[in-house]
Every structure is written in C-alpha cells, then in structure tokens.
T-cell receptor, first 110, second 116 residues
Framework: AQSVTQLGSHVSVSEGALVLLRCNYS??????LFWYVQYPNQGLQLLLK??????LVKGINGFEAEFKKSETSFHLTKPSAHMSDAAEYFC????????FGQGTILTVHP | GAVVSQHPSRVICKSGTSVKIECRSL??????MFWYRQFPKQSLMLMAT?????????EQGVEKDKFLINHASLTLSTLTVTSAHPEDSSFYIC????????????FGPGTRLTVT
C-alpha cells in the first residue's frame, strides 16, 4: 500500500522567505501526486498536481513542486512567502483513491 | 467549474440522534464521491467511496451501519450519521470525481459535526 510522509508538522518562515514543504511517498510505481491547501474550517483546495510529463509543475499562488522519482519526493516550494500563505498543506498520492500525508502547518511571520 | 457543495456547514445534535450531510456536485456529474473524516490537527481519513446507483465501499474499521451513505444521483451523495455519539464529532469532507478514468477529486467545504 502506498504511503505519504510529510517531514515537519510545522514550518515557520518569515514573510518574503523561501517556503519548502517536504513530501516523500513510498511506492514502486510512480503515482499521481498532489498538493492541497486547507484554511481553517474549510475544505481542500488543489494547489498543483503531477500526473505525467514535465517533472516541475507550477500551481496556483506562486507554488511549484518537482517530482523526483529517484528520491520518491514531491517537495513544494514558493520563492517568497506571503502572509496569506499561512495554512495547512497536504501532500497526497493517488492510485484511484487519495492517500494523504499528515499535513504541515505553515506559519508566516511578518 | 468543478464546484462541490456541502450542507450543512455546521451542525450540532444531541447524542442518540441522527444527522444527514449532503454533498452536491454543482456543475458536473460525479460518478464517484468520497467521504472523509478529519479529526482536529490530523489528516483526512477516507471513510468510504460511493458510486452512483450502487452500494458504498467502506474502508476498514468504518461501521457501515453507523455511517449510511447514499449516492442516488450523479450530483448528490448523502452521509447519515446514525445514533450519533460525542466521539463522532468531527469535520466531514466529501469529494467528487467526474468519470471513472479521472484521477482528480474536487472537495467540498466540509461539515463540522458536534454531538453533545
């Protein structure tokens, strides 16, 4: 069965700093990969996804992620954090059903 | 496009009563809908998968007699929590998938259930 590990349950950055949220999956076959963002008491919003093709994918709000098969990773980055980026972020893999990582809460300090 | 709604957004019920949560795909036909549960400060856990017109498939450990799922049309699925207890208090989120070959799920805004 596939699993997803997000390193760091909490990440804190200063406004304007680089955001890096880590995600590793365990699977012998590359899955579809997703990053979602969740604001308090709300559902999930898709940030970006990887299915096939280019391994660097760009999403909404300036986020991007790179699929690295050799490292079984799909880390999420943003060059410059904004206060509005503060939320919880979930990495997920799919082979039909979604399996979520445990989530990373991003805090952005002024 | 691809909007999913849930109703109600918040509900408080007394222990022992039942509560129904609706999940609707507003602008597409959802052949498959998923129900997730999220405890505070935790990730989403899949409860069940429902396909229109057929019985839901429940994940291991989820009581199908307690969490009744109906997917009677291509735009509506319902989750009924029967004989609710305080431990059923949680955030319930549905998602919908268009077509059997599609991989992308569209999520509803969630329903906060509090059982007193």
């Amino acid at each position: 069965a596939q699993s997803v590990t997000q390193l760091g349950s909490h990440v804190s950055v200063s406004e304007g700093a680089l955001v890096l949220l880590r995600c590793n999956y365990s699977s012998s076959v590359p899955p579809y990969l997703f990053w979602y963002v969740q604001y308090p008491n709300q559902g999930l919003q898709l940030l970006l996804k990887y299915t096939t093709g280019a391994t660097l994918v760009k999403g909404i709000n300036g986020f991007e992620a790179e699929f690295k098969k050799s490292e079984t990773s799909f880390h999420l980055t943003k060059p410059s954090a904004h206060m509005s980026d503060a939320a919880e972020y979930f990495c997920a893999v799919s082979y039909g059903k979604l399996t979520f990582g445990q989530g990373t809460i991003l805090t952005v300090h002024p | 496009g691809a909007v999913v709604s849930q109703h109600p957004s918040r509900v408080i019920c007394k222990s022992g009563t039942s509560v129904k949560i609706e999940c609707r795909s507003l602008d597409f036909q959802a052949t498959t809908m998923f129900w997730y549960r999220q405890f505070p400060k935790q990730s989403l856990m899949l409860m069940a998968t429902s396909n229109e017109g057929s019985k839901a498939t429940y994940e291991q450990g989820v009581e199908k007699d307690k969490f009744l799922i109906n997917h009677a049309s291509l735009t509506l699925s319902t989750l009924t929590v029967t004989s609710a207890h305080p431990e059923d208090s949680s955030f319930y989120i549905c998602s919908a998938r268009q077509g059997t070959s599609s991989y992308e799920q569209y999520f509803g805004p969630g329903t906060r259930l509090t059982v007193t």
